[in-house]
């Protein structure tokens, strides 16, 4: 993943056969309101980071089975420890 996001921070798209692409998207330069302080703001055009699905990859999603009832196991979060006083 540190490829990817190195080569998109640098302006590249990323593609990887039979998984997607990973592509720098322009967004345009827009006015924002911020209606609780009515107020206007202007977004400079700025690139987002997207991923567009391969056809072969959407295709063995659709016809793979779904489980139903299981769920991934969580990742338990580490314990934080006590400050000692």
Do not use: C, Q, W
Request: no cysteine.
């Amino acid at each position: 993943f540190k490829v990817v996001k190195d080569s998109m921070t640098e302006g590249h798209n990323i593609y990887v056969r039979g998984f997607g692409s990973f592509v720098n998207k322009k967004r345009a330069r827009k006015v924002a309101r911020n209606i609780s302080k009515n107020t206007s703001l202007i977004i400079d055009e700025h690139y987002i980071p997207s991923f567009k699905p391969s056809k072969t990859f959407v295709a063995k999603i659709k016809g793979s089975k779904k489980v139903v009832g299981e769920v991934a196991p969580k990742a338990k979060a580490p314990k934080a420890k006590k400050a000692k006083s």
